[in-house]
C-alpha cells in the first residue's frame, strides 16, 4: 500500500496544448515531493502526460473545456487523478497492445501511446461519475521502479 499526504493539491487548467506544461510541473513537484528516483518519476510524467495529451486532443478536440488534476504525495509515492468533461473514454478499453510480429509501418495508428502509459505505472483506475472522467494513476516511491536500469 503507498502512503500518501491525506489531503491532496489541485491544478485545473484548460484544456489546451498550452497547458500541459503546466501539468507535468505539477506531476514534477509532487514526484519531488515523494522522493521519487528518476525512473518512477519519468514514468508518472509519461503517463500523465499521454493522457491529458489525449484529453486535450480526442476527449475535447480542440474545443473548450478543463482539465482537474490531483495530486497526493508521500514516502510512498504519488497518486494522480485526472479529471474531464469531455465524452466518456476509458484508457483501459482504448489502449492497444504493441502487434508483435507486425512491422510498425503497417500497425494501426492510436492506442499504443495509452499502451505505454498504463504499462509504466504501478496503479491504474477509470470510472465516470456525474459527467466526469476520472483516470487515477500511482507510481510507487524508490525501490519499485519496473524498468531496472541497463547493465
Do not use: W
Not at 494501426?108 to 501511446?113: D, N, T, V, Y
Amino acid at each position: 500500500m503507498v502512503e500518501l499526504a491525506r489531503t491532496s493539491c489541485v491544478l485545473e487548467v484548460p484544456a489546451t496544448v498550452g497547458a500541459l506544461g503546466e501539468i507535468a510541473t505539477f506531476v514534477l513537484r509532487l514526484a519531488g515531493a515523494a522522493g521519487l528516483n528518476k525512473g518512477a518519476t519519468y514514468r508518472l510524467r509519461l503517463a500523465v502526460d499521454e493522457l491529458a495529451t489525449n484529453v486535450v486532443m480526442h476527449g475535447y478536440r480542440g474545443g473548450d473545456g478543463r482539465i482537474t488534476v490531483r495530486g497526493r504525495s508521500g514516502p510512498g509515492g504519488v497518486q494522480i487523478v485526472i479529471e474531464d468533461t469531455a465524452p466518456p473514454f476509458d484508457p483501459v478499453e482504448g489502449r492497444l497492445p504493441p502487434a508483435s510480429g507486425v512491422p510498425p509501418e503497417e500497425r494501426r495508428i492510436g492506442g499504443l501511446g495509452i499502451h505505454l502509459a498504463l504499462t509504466s505505472v504501478d496503479e491504474f483506475g477509470y470510472a465516470h461519475r456525474d459527467g466526469r472522467n476520472i483516470s487515477t494513476l500511482t507510481v510507487k516511491a524508490e525501490g519499485t521502479d519496473r524498468c531496472p536500469p541497463r547493465p
